[in-house]
């Protein structure tokens, strides 16, 4: 019986030493440890719903036949250059010229691309620093941003005209 107890006690710390180090808790006894276990729960749950909310804020808007009315934009920063992929279910006249526009604006050369206009808009872009314009801009997020922006405005324009 008295093994029994002294195992049950054992396998006991050793979780609570498990969880202590999982909380990143300097506490030593056992109630301070659980207690620090309920903090960083609680900072999860925070995290979480902060995720949560980011995701709501930033994902992209549906329209009534539930499809994606916003671009898919992914840009990848390469060695000295980009390749920038935008896919958009909306497609029309000025849109390439629209992004393409702003590419140049950020002091950014397109290389090479390839684009579809049939069904959807559809670009894939190579591009490289312009040697002319020494502050040129090769951040992912900003490429992406302004991207995103240009075919943001060039929505607003064809609603509005």
């Not at 709501?56 to 329209?63: E, I, L, V």
């Not at 909306?90 to 691309?113: K, M």
């Not at 040129?136 to 064809?158: G, L, M």
Request: aromatic content about 4%; hydrophobic content about 35%.
């Amino acid at each position: 019986m008295v093994l029994r107890e002294q195992k049950r006690a054992a396998v006991l710390h050793e979780k609570l030493q498990l969880l202590r180090s999982i909380t990143k808790s300097h506490a030593l006894s056992e109630s301070s440890i659980i207690v620090d276990a309920s903090k960083y729960i609680q900072e999860l749950k925070h995290k979480v719903e902060r995720l949560n909310q980011d995701i709501t804020t930033t994902a992209p808007q549906t329209n009534s036949n539930n499809n994606t009315s916003w671009p898919q934009i992914e840009v990848e920063t390469l060695e000295k250059g980009f390749l920038v992929n935008v896919y958009s279910e909306r497609s029309g006249p000025g849109l390439l010229v629209s992004i393409l526009e702003v590419i140049e604006d950020l002091g950014l050369n397109v290389l090479e691309a390839r684009v579809s206009c049939t069904d959807a808009f559809r670009l894939q872009a190579f591009g490289g620093e312009n040697e002319e314009n020494e502050e040129a801009i090769t951040n992912a997020q900003v490429v992406t941003d302004a991207v995103f922006e240009a075919i943001k405005n060039w929505s607003e324009s064809n609603e509005q005209g």
